[in-house]
């Protein structure tokens, strides 16, 4: 039973540039949400996609978008990128978006701006 | 606001000592409580799911209490070992997305 993936693990920017981030969900999953984990303190809610559609944003700029294909896997894209953007980018599987669902993460997408 | 806390930040204890971890959350309308670990850099491996109508859930040495009315969470870790150094983190669903708090970062010292 395949977990929840995500590509690539590590990559390094500049600042301005822009970086997509990419996730499939764990088996039999249709939700994905992403956080963003910087270090030292707890992930924080990005936005969630589910029926290819962005359920709900968490307090993130548009520079932050992203997108679900039919397949349910998810990308996220980050443009005009900030040294603060530095993270742990974390995407979580869940089903069906249900509130009472249990989330499963990926090992996640380490981001250096530089 | 819908804040988490964790209380204590750090902790480090000897092998086989029984302890336990503090969660609280300031809005009470939750729909469950979730427990992770994460090992350093690494993503997030769910221990104990609690629905909002359980007061608690038991995997193995783990076991994780709630309740809503006074806005707490516990996870108490029977006979701890050097392979549960981790940080533990306890997150709260209002919904689509989960607040997590800043977590524990636990050491247990062989």
């Known amino acids: 039973d395949a977990g929840v993936t995500q590509s690539p693990t590590h990559l390094i920017k500049t600042r301005g540039q822009q970086v997509t981030l990419r996730c499939s969900p764990k088996?039999?999953?249709?939700?994905v949400s992403w956080y963003q984990q910087a270090l030292g303190q707890g992930p924080q809610f990005i936005f969630q996609?589910?029926?290819?559609?962005?359920?709900q944003r968490g307090n993130f700029p548009d520079r932050f978008s992203g997108h679900q294909f039919p397949n349910y896997s998810s990308e996220l894209n980050v443009n005009a990128l900030l040294l603060g953007d530095s993270a742990l980018y974390l995407c979580?599987?869940?089903?069906?978006?249900?509130?009472?669902?249990?989330?499963?993460f990926g090992e996640g997408s380490r981001l250096t701006v530089l | 606001k819908q804040e988490v806390t964790q209380i204590p930040a750090a902790l480090s204890v000897p092998e086989g000592e029984n302890l336990v971890l503090n969660c609280s959350f300031t809005?009470?309308?939750?729909?469950?409580l979730q427990w992770f670990r994460q090992d350093p850099g690494k993503g997030l491996t769910s221990l104990l799911l609690?629905?909002?109508?359980?007061r608690e859930q038991t995997s193995g040495r783990l076991n994780a209490s709630l309740d809503k009315s006074s806005g707490r969470s516990t996870l108490y870790i029977a006979a701890s070992q050097p392979g549960d150094s981790a940080t533990y983190l306890c997150?709260?669903?209002?919904?689509?997305?989960?607040?997590f708090g800043p977590g524990t970062r636990l050491s247990v010292l062989p």
């Open positions: 979580a599987s869940s089903l069906s978006g249900l509130p009472t669902g249990e989330l499963f």
């Open positions: 088996s039999g999953h249709d939700t």
């Open positions: 996609y589910y029926e290819e559609e962005e359920r």
């Open positions: 809005d009470s309308a939750i729909y469950n």
């Open positions: 609690i629905q909002s109508s359980q």
């Open positions: 997150a709260v669903s209002y919904g689509q997305n989960f607040v």
